[in-house]
């Protein structure tokens, strides 16, 4: 049996929410152990998520650099090969830089970093490094989402026209961050957020799934952003206009002060003979609207032949049985360890080039919500 890749966790202590879906998310095809990790700032804490999981106490830091002097301090045999950053957007960058200067692998949570500066930053240093990097846009991982990208990109619906995609949730409608709800306190705090909340949070994955399925580029946005929740520091409520490549129009709308959705991720491609449609609550599902014939639901399973190549890799069950948010980001864990060993490369829009377009995605619509231009390039 080929060895687990050996990783160090940064961030992801005791009850924290992304930390917990990246290590079921690893753990799911067993190719992954976590064998040390800096879990907290807070020693006692950091220890006991050790102890959970499993991994010594003398392997649980309190930051990433003492993390990394510690583990290079090891036989090569034994030291991490991986990290995994699931901290607030504020330690991403410094985590991966150090990870980079010590020749190891990473999968980062996204956004990249808290800004476009920091993350060109970053691309340069991983442009002259063996070191490998993975954002988990998680969207991305799902195989329906790839069938989508297959087809519009083979014209099943002709030239492409327009792209809508919305993200609405409902969870800050109330000023969560004044009751000390930590998912809440940090990702309404810019200086640990950084200057977009909404937009940085959940706007970032629509915009990565928009890109990604029509394969076409956003060249300019036109935007209105707004913070509902009196004394909030950072927008809740975001709306874009974008101007695509070849003359393509699309809409983003992205907002968490939508009181009663959920996580209600809906994206629509047209064409000039059609469209296709696929919605976070109905994963396994793809609708095919046509021009001039009927509308086909294409169903997710390992027996649809009908199904591309690239969809077929990354189901795991028949027709049938749902498939979600887990497997999703274990399809991108999984693409990271074929990169790690050799077998395969990183998939399209999780690398550092797609980091880098989500960051000047944001820096724009920042720049044209304040502007007294109509449009603002990208």
Known sequence: MTKKIRVGMIGGGPGAFIGAIH????????????????FSRDAEKSRQMAAELGVDADRAHTSADKLMEAEK???????????????????????????VEN???????????????????????????PSLYALTFTYLGYPMVHEARSRVLNGDIGKIRKVFVQYPQGWLSTPLEKEEV????????????????????????????????SGKKVNSVCADIRSFVDGRLVDDDVSVLMGMSDDV?????ASQIMAGEENALTIKVYGET?????????????????????????RAGQDNGYLSAQTQQLLRTPSGHPEGFIEAFSNIYGQMADAIVGNGELGEGVGIEAGERVMRFVDAVLTNAISSEKWTEM
């Not at 301090?73 to 995994?84: A, G, H, N, Y």
């Not at 950084?194 to 990604?212: K, R």
């Not at 696929?278 to 086909?296: R, V, Y």
Request: net charge negative; glycine share 8%.
């Open 23 to 38: 290590r079921r998310a690893m753990w799911l095809d067993n190719r992954f152990e976590i064998v040390a990790g800096a």
């Open 73 to 99: 301090l090891l036989p090569v045999e034994d030291r991490i090969q991986c990290i995994s950053v699931v901290t607030p957007n504020a330690y991403h960058y410094e985590a991966c830089a150090l990870a």
């Open 103 to 129: 020749g190891f692998h990473i999968v980062c949570d996204k956004p990249p970093t808290r800004t476009l500066e920091e993350t060109i930053a970053l691309k340069e240093l991983l442009a002259g490094s």
């Open 182 to 213: 930590k998912q809440a306190s940090w990702r309404t705090d810019p200086a640990l957020s950084g200057p977009a909340g909404c937009l940085g949070d959940i706007g970032t994955h629509a915009f990565s799934l928009a890109e990604f399925i």
């Open 249 to 253: 129009s699309g809409v983003l709308l």
């Open 274 to 298: 059609g469209g296709f449609q696929w919605s976070h609550s109905d994963p396994n599902t793809l609708i095919h609207m046509d021009l001039n014939g009927p509308t086909q639901i294409l």
